[in-house]
């Protein structure tokens, strides 16, 4: 049977203005389960109306920022009580394992008691008194409406790290999910309504990118874009954006480097490079998706890569024995096969995977390629599939020269026992993220950016809430004598 959702607008569950409709596959079927509402303009403009009325209104806005974080915490509470159901209803949208997505809606929890504990440890500025009856300080206002526009991979997790960082500062938020994968996140919002929030704080459009997406980014009364997804997109937002000077965060692609030299734990850079790889199908923007092994282990690497990947069990993501699942969308997955095909015409040595799977599902075999040049398209673009270019290198500026050796800079894994090797590596490499001796570890208590075509701005972090803050700057006279005019002081 086929679930249907409406949209969040206000603090009321409607259907899109023009009535019109969107199926949701789910990924491993190619069946739709589910039916959202396709919003358009209309749509848009009715949110941002009630989140900007949201942010005004008393009962938002002055409330006490403790109160804020209070009403925070209610909905981390609430995440035990839904997150079975949260998790299957992920899983059955964007193919993700249930473990993994299990995981994921664990998070949410922390998410929103870390960026509660944020609320209402918001100071600000008094300058030392410096022109006597004058009391100067500055002081830090929400901006307003900020939406928060997320990708298919992790819907729930993305949606839910910008939602907690914007309501922390105090702003409202309109959601507009992927197309793909919009489920989760109104399932997650019905969470604000049961905590308490006043209608209209957190709001959800659902829709296509190029109608919802776009009249969001260019509305007048959204003072800021936090954005989730592939560099292309990236960039024309960060356009659309730059005509109304609104704030912009971008969380890009990524084509990580994974170094391992030869005096590296090989076992665990083994791992390493498959978990880097092959989690969520290479559905990953961090995904590891460039190998660089020193030339000396290179070929035994290789050989035990390929014998621990070959038997990974691919096939439906509920199942708790499986360990690949689908390629998310329709679209992905012939992008996928593509690359598959222009990696061999390119000359590139496929030596495990390299096709689809036969049967249900949208099922794509782990890939290794060597023979890679750093030239090849597969090396270059963000394939965003189990798809892992192997490269060599003989030292250390080799390496670095070819990590680097990109437009993206998100992440990228060091493996070596040298201390030394890896504090240069950390140092030189031109990449957001650095791990050390593992991979795909990541903390919303750290800020997370990406460098050169990888993203814009950052998330997360102490810091960061002011970034989703004007600072206004009072002079307040209470005894100055005020100047006589046109006689400089
Ligand atoms: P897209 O860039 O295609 O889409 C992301 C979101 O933007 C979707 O909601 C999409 O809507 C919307 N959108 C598309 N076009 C526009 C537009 N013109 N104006 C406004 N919104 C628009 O990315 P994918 O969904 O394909 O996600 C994969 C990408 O996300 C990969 O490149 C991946 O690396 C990146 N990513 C980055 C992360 C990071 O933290 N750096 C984390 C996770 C993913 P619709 O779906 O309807 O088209």
């Known amino acids: 049977m086929t679930q ?3 949209m969040l607008i206000g603090g009321r569950w409607v259907e899109a203005a023009g009535g019109d409709h969107l199926a949701s596959e789910d990924p491993y079927s190619g069946k739709a389960w589910a039916v959202i509402p396709r919003g358009a303009a209309d749509d848009v403009d009715a949110a941002v109306e009630a989140a900007d009325a949201a942010f005004t209104a008393p009962s938002w806005r002055s409330l006490p920022a403790s109160a804020r974080a209070a009403l925070m915490r209610k909905v981390a509470d609430l995440i035990p009580t839904v997150a079975d159901g949260l998790a299957e209803v992920e899983t059955r949208d964007n193919g993700k394992l249930l473990a993994a997505t299990r995981g994921e809606v664990a998070a949410l929890a922390n998410i929103f008691h ?3 504990g944020l609320a209402d440890k918001i100071e600000g500025v008094i300058a030392p008194p410096e022109i006597p009856g004058v009391f100067a300080y500055a002081c830090y206002q929400p901006l307003g409406v ?5 990708p298919w991979n992790s819907p729930l997790l993305i949606a839910a790290i910008k939602t907690a960082n914007a309501l922390a500062a105090g702003c409202t938020v309109v959601i507009k999910p992927s197309e793909f ?3 989760s996140t109104l399932e997650f919002a019905k969470l604000f309504e ?3 929030f006043p209608p209209g704080v957190v709001n959800v459009v659902t829709g296509l990118g190029a109608e919802v997406g776009e009249r969001l980014v260019t509305h007048p009364k959204v003072a800021k874009i936090q954005f989730t997804g592939g560099s292309a997109t990236g960039r024309r937002i960060n356009a659309l954006a730059s005509g109304g000077l609104k704030k912009v965060v971008l969380e890009l692609g990524g084509k990580s480097p994974n170094v391992v030299f030869d005096d590296a734990d090989i076992d665990a850079a083994i791992r390493g490079a498959i978990v880097g790889i092959f989690s969520s199908s290479g559905q990953s923007c961090i995904s590891g998706s460039r190998l660089l092994l020193h030339r000396s282990i290179h070929d035994r690497f290789i050989d035990r890569l390929v014998a621990l990947t070959k038997d990974l069990r691919i096939g439906d993501p509920r199942r708790p024995e499986t360990q ?3 390629i998310t969308t329709r679209p ?7 690359f598959l095909d222009s990696a061999r015409a390119e000359g590139a040595e496929c030596v495990m995977g390299g096709a689809a799977l036969d049967g249900p599902g949208q099922l794509v075999q782990p890939t290794v390629f060597t023979r890679v040049r750093n030239d090849m398209r597969i090396v270059q673009d963000e394939i965003f599939g189990p798809v892992l270019s192997v490269i060599p290198f003989e030292d250390e500026d080799e390496a670095i020269s070819l990590a680097n050796d990109s437009r993206y800079g998100l992440a990228a894994g060091v493996w070596t026992s040298d201390i030394s090797r890896a504090f240069r590596m950390t140092e030189r490499l031109e990449a957001g993220t650095v791990w050390v001796n593992t991979y795909r570890l990541l903390s919303v208590l750290l ?10 701005g950052s998330e997360n972090g102490q810091q960061n809430i002011l970034n989703f803050m004007k600072p206004k700057t009072v002079f307040l006279n209470h005894g100055a004598q005020v100047t006589a005019p046109f006689i400089a002081t």
Do not use: M, W
């Open 194 to 196: 049961r905590a308490g």
């Open 4 to 6: 249907s959702y409406q």
């Open 181 to 183: 994968t919009s489920a």
């Open 332 to 338: 992905q997955f012939d992008r996928v096969i593509g």
């Open 146 to 150: 900020v939406a928060v526009i997320t």
């Open 324 to 326: 690949i699942g689908p």
């Open 447 to 456: 800020p997370s950016t990406g460098y050169k075509e990888s993203g814009l």
């Open 114 to 116: 870390y960026f509660a």
